[in-house]
């Protein structure tokens, strides 16, 4: 892909160099006193490398397919002479173009900025009326039946706080220290008290937190 480039490089240098030079002796025909060597091969050589511009604004991909295909490189070359030769005109036309595009995309820009203030400005007092306010409201301390005793506290740590939010029997057992059948009592409390809720998968049962229970972990915090 290097090599390529710098042949297309060497291209469009050569070609604007010729282009430039046989521009140069048409103009002399018409005017040989405003007519300068060293201003046409400048111009010539800068409108031949505007040509992968034009190229790219016409959507073209004749610069990816002249790396394969001989023809298109041929094809290549020749926009890139035809370009040298019509140099004058072709920069002020492609000078030309770029601002317009750009003026045009400014123009775009401005105008949605436009709308997107006048949307805002008219749902901001809908926004700030139908927006809740942030209370801190104190939790109630735990009435002597609402306080869990230690296993159910350590549950309900345990699900809340956990890496998994869905859990088996066997890891909380684990985790919590305690062994199966007590395990397995607590958690029928916790779901008849709405503490807890089980589900039963492809992996088994698993028993997870509720809002019930996230509640009464955040009193207890």
């Known amino acids: 892909m290097a090599n390529h480039i710098f042949v297309l490089v060497a291209v469009m240098l050569m070609a604007g160099v010729f282009g430039g030079l046989v521009n140069y002796y048409m103009q002399s025909q018409y005017d040989p006193d405003t007519t300068s060597l060293p201003r046409s091969l400048v111009v010539g050589i800068g409108a031949s ?7 790219a604004l016409v959507n073209s991909d004749l610069i990816t397919e002249s790396s394969q295909d001989s023809t298109r490189f041929l094809i290549f070359t020749g926009f890139c002479l035809i370009a ?37 400005s008219e749902l901001r007092p809908l926004i700030e009326t139908e927006t809740e306010e942030d209370l801190k ?14 296993t159910t506290a350590n549950v309900l740590k345990t699900l809340g706080n956990g890496r998994y939010i869905f859990r088996s029997l066997g890891g909380l057992c684990k985790e919590v220290d305690v062994d199966e059948p007590t395990m397995v009592k607590t958690l029928e409390i916790m779901v008849a008290r709405n503490l807890a ?25």
């Open 197 to 221: 809720g089980r589900i039963t998968g492809k992996q088994g049962v698993r028993w997870h937190l509720t809002d019930g229970g996230r509640r009464l972990l955040a009193r207890m915090s």
């Open 137 to 150: 409201i104190e939790p109630e301390p735990l009435t002597p039946e609402e306080e869990p005793d230690v």
């Open 84 to 120: 040298a030769i019509a140099s004058r005109f072709l920069v002020t036309s492609v000078s030309d173009r770029i601002l317009s595009e750009a003026r045009r995309a400014r123009e775009q820009s401005d105008r949605v900025m436009h709308e997107l203030y006048l949307v805002q």
């Open 49 to 55: 490398f505007l040509v992968p511009v034009i190229l």
